[in-house]
């Protein structure tokens, strides 16, 4: 399984962007697509995560209300809607395939990068 990000890019501080992940590959047999972030001398930290076949989705306490996950189960792709970027929302982020949730990934994408200017 393959997991390709795109949309990352640079942003104004109360801007918008969105990030898209595309799987590929034979076999995929997760359930989940997730999104987590990583900022420079910080642990990688989850986001949010999407099921695969049902609109059931975990938002991190951290992003409710700014960032919405959503899939495309046809085109098995996931999408990370960010609105009101802040600067500290830098970072690298990274999609990412597991069984639940919040569980052990079992597929990670190459990261995007997204910087937050103030």
């Known amino acids: 399984v393959q997991l390709q990000a795109s949309g990352g890019g640079s942003v104004q501080a109360g801007g918008s962007l969105r990030l898209s992940c595309a799987a590929s590959?034979?076999?995929?047999?997760?359930?989940?697509g997730g999104w987590f972030r990583q900022a420079p001398g910080k642990e990688r930290e989850f986001l949010a995560a999407?099921?695969?076949?049902?609109?059931?989705?975990v938002h991190a306490d951290l992003v409710k209300g700014r960032f919405t996950i959503s899939r495309d189960h046809a085109k098995k792709t996931v999408y990370l809607q960010m609105n009101s970027l802040k600067p500290e929302d830098t970072a690298v982020y990274y999609c990412?395939?597991?069984?639940?949730?919040?569980?052990?990934?079992?597929?990670w994408g190459q990261g995007t990068q997204v910087t937050v200017s103030s």
């Open positions: 990412a395939a597991s069984h639940l949730p919040r569980g052990a990934v079992l597929h």
């Open positions: 590959g034979r076999s995929f047999s997760s359930n989940y």
């Open positions: 999407i099921s695969w076949s049902s609109d059931f989705a």
